[in-house]
Nanobody, 117 residues
Framework: QVQLVESGGGLVQVGGSLRLSCAAS????????MGWYRQPPGKQRELVATITRGASTNYADSVKGRFTISRDNAKNTVNLQMNALKPEDTAVYYCNAKNPLTGRNYWGQGTQVTVSS
């Protein structure tokens, strides 16, 4: 059974930092491309950052220079370091795993991030 479990969300003030973690089980982690997506209140889910199995990264323009995605294949985890947070970063953040060979997508249950001004 595939499980992606996010942690690290919470309430933070503008300019603060948070570190999200996603622990994966039930998948061959090292071959999956991993990513973080978010869904702001009343809006659609959007890409935040991705990291391929080869550790190539991609970021949404809105978070470039502030967020950093990383992965630890030994621990089956993917992390998102978020700095200089803004109110518009408020959203539910979801962990995603995608198998590039089969196209299968897996999602975590989400973790709330709230940035107060």
């Amino acid at each position: 059974q595939v499980q992606l479990v996010e942690s690290g969300g919470g309430l933070v003030q503008v300019g603060g930092s948070l570190r999200l973690s996603c622990a994966a089980s039930g998948i061959f982690f090292s071959i999956n491309d991993m990513g973080w997506y978010r869904q702001p209140p009343g809006k659609q889910r959007e890409l935040v950052a991705t990291i391929t199995r080869g550790a190539s990264t991609n970021y949404a323009d809105s978070v470039k220079g502030r967020f950093t995605i990383s992965r630890d294949n030994a621990k089956n985890t993917v992390n998102l370091q978020m700095n200089a947070l803004k109110p518009e970063d408020t959203a539910v953040y979801y962990c995603n795993a995608k198998n590039p060979l089969t196209g299968r997508n897996y999602w975590g249950q989400g973790t709330q991030v709230t940035v107060s001004s």
